[in-house]
């Protein structure tokens, strides 16, 4: 079978072929120049898809509730996109979790796309092409973009940065509102979620989160977020997260917040792109005869390390 360029995918995926989606999506997660292509063609088409990012300890039932708002978002006709970030394996780097298996029931649906994504060794529970695949799923004509993110603890802060919405999900017990001050949840949180809360401890744990918010320090005009129960295994609660969703939007863009919060995102990433495409120019310059010579004149104590440095970063 002919293997189609990126140029060819790209307009297929956009144009609704789902298997073409996938493997632009498989190209960005794989880096590199195809990638690179792939984002200079989708960043002028998108822009009106909005990002919710669903985080929480491991356990915490945040796939689950990830599908419960997928169905609300299809019961009224929008297109839905998941980005569910999985641990990376060991041995292929790939995504060994497979979130995916949580949400069979919208398999078949041709509004929703599932993609599982690979920490790949990236810190803040998400993964390093979250950003260039939420383009690509914005051009393709997505309404939303639920993002998951791996479930690593209580330092998943990175999702804040790359959603419109963050939704903070804890079970009964999680700990007292003080401890979730420290791990910085509070201030990131838009919507908080206590699920499973027909276990015992979960008014305790409702009490808490509210306490902690109010140790936050948030001004009059900011938005107060909603500490909302749910059982996502039955539904229960769902449609308030969901409309607590709706709320926060219209929030942020009737406050001008939503543009800020884009524009804040644009500026992170492209000082991302710098560091990483710096980083790369740094290991290129560490190789190679001159890189040697200097390594020589600084172990024959002939050159300090400083002085080589500068030598090799001149041409910057």
Known sequence: MRRRDPQELIAAALAGDRTALGRVLSLVEAGGVAAAEVDSFVHYRGGSAYTVGITGAPGAGKSTLTDRLISAARRLREQVAVLAIDPSSPLTGGAILGDRVRMDEHFLDPGVCIRSMATR??????????PGAARVLDAAGFDWILMETVGVGQVEVDIAAAADTTIVVVNPGWGDGIQAVKAGLIEIADIFVVNKADRPGAAQTEADLWAAKGLSGHGPEAWSAPVLCTVASNGDGVAEVWSAVGDHRRFLTDSGQLRQRRLDRDRQE??????????QRAEELCEGPEFARLSDAVAARSMDPRTAAAHLTKPF
């Open 121 to 130: 060794g990236a810190l803040g529970g998400l993964a390093v092409a979250v």
């Open 270 to 279: 492209l000082q991302a792109l710098v560091h990483h495409l710096m980083a």
